[in-house]
């Protein structure tokens, strides 16, 4: 998306208006811009994805409807007196159904039989960080946890451009907080230098001189000469590839931050230096924040008060997070992978071993912690590297990459 001039253009209209426009007009303004917004992703960025204008016109009306029936339907039941407690887990029910069916069951389908994705099965733009958002609203409102608030506020929260694709996954909470421009200029000053990073991150360092040092190196050209291969290539490639998927994730999220904070909005930080984890179960407070954080309160929590097994809980939480990558075996390995080392963490941290290891903090150990704990992460990413179709295969040729990492194979 920040590759596509349109995006900028939209960018530096919305800093325009963000200087000019009175802020009782300024949330109805960005909903209508970001409405526009939609439009242009769904017919101009992808027109070649197979779907017809009846489809398009429909994912736009389904947007638009279940983002008003989430706000107008549970303010009905409050008037009324009731809990709107139904009315809550059906809205609920549509969101989580509308995700999957768009988002998994063409995957699953594909994978039973033995097929790749292609171009007509893309999934509408936005659509996990648009449900993510979505059934937060549901929940926190039902609980009585949100200030009062409009519907313009509310659907800006949900389709502000910036963050509608990519970035963090915003909490309404925070929204409602830091929606008033704090000071114009430092704004724009500090949201510049925010998109300045982000573009270096992508575009220098990530795109030319870490994607230099693979070498031409991919997935493909390691498996197929997997046992003539260095097990030091197969470890640095790795390693490099954790970089670039780093480098691009947090630089879409510094871009989307930085953007949003042009037009006057701070949103939440998605990355808090992962690479100074000293364990898994840190690195997971500091890499992808908003999403974690959504899976603990929505994922772990309720399953830790359903089963009081703080390990299934565990491994459910991280099976979702890989879920909300994408649906194919890969995905899912990778979240059950994440979810292996923080329970191995958690078992190693309760005993007297750990204990004595962290008795005496010292340098060495701290710098071994840490090269351990990004030795696992990146492993991670054998997952992703190895990605050809989406079937089963790709998660046995990642366990290999894995293996030679190993000195096994």
Known sequence: MITEIYYWLYLAAGLTASFIIADKYRFPFFSLLSLCFLFLLLYCVNPANGESLPTKYGVILYLI??????????????????????????????????????????EIILTIAGKPLTGETLIPLGVSYFSFKLIHYLVENHRGRLAPHTFFQFFNYIFLFPIYTAGPIERFDHFQKHWQPENRRRDFVEGTTRIIYGLIKKFLISDIVLTHLLNSHTGDTILTNIELISHYKVIAFLLISYLIIYLDFSAYSDIAIGSSRLLGFKIAENFNWPFLATNISMLWKRWHISLGSWCQAYVYMPTIGLTRNPYFAILLTFLAIGL?????????????????????????????????????????????????????????????????????????????????????I
């Open 324 to 408: 909300w990558h994408g649906g194919t075996p890969s995905w899912v390995a990778w979240g059950l992978y994440q979810g292996i080392g923080v329970i191995a963490f958690v078992t190693w941290s309760r005993t007297k071993l750990r204990r004595r290891f962290s008795a005496k903090p010292h340098l060495v150990k701290k710098l071994v912690a840490i090269i351990f704990t990004n030795s696992w992460m990146a492993g991670s990413f054998a997952f992703t590297a190895t990605y050809r179709d989406g079937s089963i295969t790709d998660v046995k040729n990642a366990l290999m990459i894995l293996a030679k990492c190993l000195f096994l």
């Open 65 to 106: 409807a279940i983002t008003a029936a989430a706000y107008y339907l549970p303010l009905r039941q409050k008037r009324k007196n009731a809990s709107g407690r139904h009315t809550t887990t059906i809205l609920i029910l549509i969101v989580i159904g509308y995700l999957v069916y768009h988002k998994y069951v063409p």
